[in-house]
């Protein structure tokens, strides 16, 4: 299996809140993905990098942000957690950027 | 933009009968396409992909799929079903996104059940 480790696997939070969750890598890949799961929505992506300090927004990436200071630390923010934002939240790593990616164990989120 | 439909949201079957689990997409070009296991409680795991070789793929735990170009479906099949194949399916294109990168699209997941 990939070296993926997403934390915390678990999280309650309240409305308005903000929230970090942690995605590290130990493959050195270039590319990292955070998605969100809902049911009947499948993976929607929220934001990506395709490098140290290169980021760009995802088709849901409203209400959050993310960083990535090293190629292996990926960090997703929810500024002001929604009860909206209540989902898991899964991060992917990709060698090439050109198709599949490996998947974290996910972090389910419940804001309250 | 790249689409894809899964068209069962739930599949049934009885240990040892085969399994289909459909997939149709959308695309502008030749595409890449994927499907994805999920067990509970877990992450996700590639089952297997096509990238524009062979039109019958070949993946983990004795399922395949076939990219049929004229149906734009690609369904995953299983001969024999097998209790531990019970879990969630996504079917995935992947997309081509801003400065040559690519993301991928999934259906909405086709749950399957399988019963002694």
């Known amino acids: 299996d990939a070296g993926i480790t997403q934390s915390p696997r678990h999280k309650v939070t309240e409305t308005g809140t903000p929230v970090t969750l942690r995605c590290h890598q130990t493959e050195n890949h270039r590319y990292m993905y955070w998605y969100r799961q809902d049911p009947g929505h499948g993976l929607r992506l929220i934001h990506y990098?395709?490098?140290?300090?290169?980021?760009d927004k995802g088709e849901v990436s409203d209400g959050y942000s993310v960083s990535r200071s090293k190629t292996e630390d990926f960090l997703l923010t929810l500024e002001s957690a929604t009860s909206s934002q209540t989902s898991v939240y899964f991060c992917?790593?990709?060698?090439?950027?050109?198709?599949?990616?490996?998947f974290g164990q996910g972090t389910r989120l419940t804001v309250v | 933009a790249q689409s894809v439909t899964q068209l069962d949201s739930h599949v049934s079957v009885s240990e040892g009968t085969p399994v289909l689990l459909r997939c149709n997409y959308s695309?502008?070009?030749?595409?890449?396409l994927f499907w994805y296991v999920q067990h509970p409680n877990k992450g996700l795991q590639l089952l297997l992909k096509y990238t524009s070789a062979a039109t019958l793929v070949k993946g983990i735990n004795g399922f395949e799929a076939e990219f049929k170009k004229s149906e734009t479906s690609f369904h995953l099949t299983k001969p024999s079903a097998h209790m531990s194949d019970a879990a969630e399916y996504f079917c995935?294109?992947?997309?081509?996104?801003?400065?040559?990168?690519?993301?991928?699209?999934f259906g909405a997941g086709t749950r399957l059940a399988v019963h002694p």
């Open positions: 992917a790593i990709s060698e090439s950027g050109e198709g599949y990616a490996f």
């Open positions: 695309s502008s070009y030749s595409p890449s």
């Open positions: 990098s395709y490098g140290v300090k290169d980021t």
């Open positions: 995935v294109v992947s997309d081509r996104i801003s400065g040559g990168y690519n993301k991928l699209i």
